[in-house]
T-cell receptor, first 115, second 112 residues
Framework: GAGVSQSPRYKVAKRGQDVALRCDPI?????LFWYQQALGQGPEFLTY????????KSGLPSDRFFAERPEGSVSTLKIQRTQQEDSAVYLC?????????????FGPGTRLTVL | EDKVVQSPLSLVVHEGDTVTLNCSYE??????LLWYKQEKKAPTFLFML????IEKKSGRLSSILDKKELFSILNITATQTGDSAVYLC????????????FGPGTSLSVIP
């Protein structure tokens, strides 16, 4: 595709439900990042993949958060037993590693609302 | 702990005004500083700065980095209502890969 896509764009979950958020990066982009953006805040780093390897998951707020990228392209962020504080926009970004300009291309985000 | 601070957090100006947005940072293994514009959707890239004292310009927007004092400014001249957005400052840092740390953003509202 032309850009990074994410699905679903909006998700409403009841507290305690599990959710799965999908990210399709730009084809050929080695690096993939997940961010959590609360209302009125800047994006907070969650995790980073280089191809299929998860090199940094230090930003995941709890063990209820899990991310994978098994074939080095599509990535899924899973949140188990959702809580109200998980409500945020989840942004995915990809980057072609080695580019002169290290621009991250962001997807439109998934807005998660936990009731 | 790596951190990026922006000021002001919000700003309201009239069309035609000039604004200066501030970003300061404390990170280990600094590599570059980035500015993004976010309008109710994903952030879009504006500038990347790696060297002190070299101004980057794009139309009415310009930015400069001071690596000694650890800050950057983003200037917008002759503001227009279309400039209303959140402006995010981010810093790339790290050794094994370029981790990006974002500031909280400055919310700019330009009123006619």
């Amino acid at each position: 595709g032309a850009g990074v896509s994410q699905s679903p764009r909006y998700k409403v979950a009841k507290r305690g439900q599990d959710v799965a958020l999908r990210c399709d990066p730009i084809s050929g982009h080695v690096s993939l990042f997940w961010y959590q953006q609360a209302l009125g805040q800047g994006p907070e780093f969650l995790t980073y993949f280089q191809n299929e390897a998860q090199l940094d998951k230090s930003g995941l707020p709890s063990d209820r958060f899990f991310a994978e990228r098994p074939e080095g392209s599509v990535s899924t962020l899973k949140i188990q037993r959702t809580q109200q504080e998980d409500s945020a926009v989840y942004l995915c970004a990809s980057r072609y590693r080695g580019a002169l300009i290290n621009e991250q291309f962001f997807g439109p985000g998934t807005r998660l609302t936990v009731l | 702990e790596d951190k990026v601070v922006q000021s002001p957090l919000s700003l309201v100006v009239h069309e035609g005004d000039t604004v200066t947005l501030n970003c300061s940072y404390e990170v280990t293994n600094f590599r570059s500083l980035l500015w993004y514009k976010q309008e109710k959707k994903a952030p879009t890239f504006l500038f990347m700065l790696t060297s002190s004292g070299i101004e980057k310009k794009s139309g009415r927007l310009s930015s400069i980095l001071d690596k000694k004092e650890l800050f950057s400014i983003l200037n917008i001249t002759a503001t227009q209502t279309g400039d209303s957005a959140v402006y995010l400052c981010a810093v790339e840092a790290g050794t094994s890969y370029d981790k990006v740390i974002f500031g909280p953003g400055t919310s700019l509202s330009v009123i006619p």
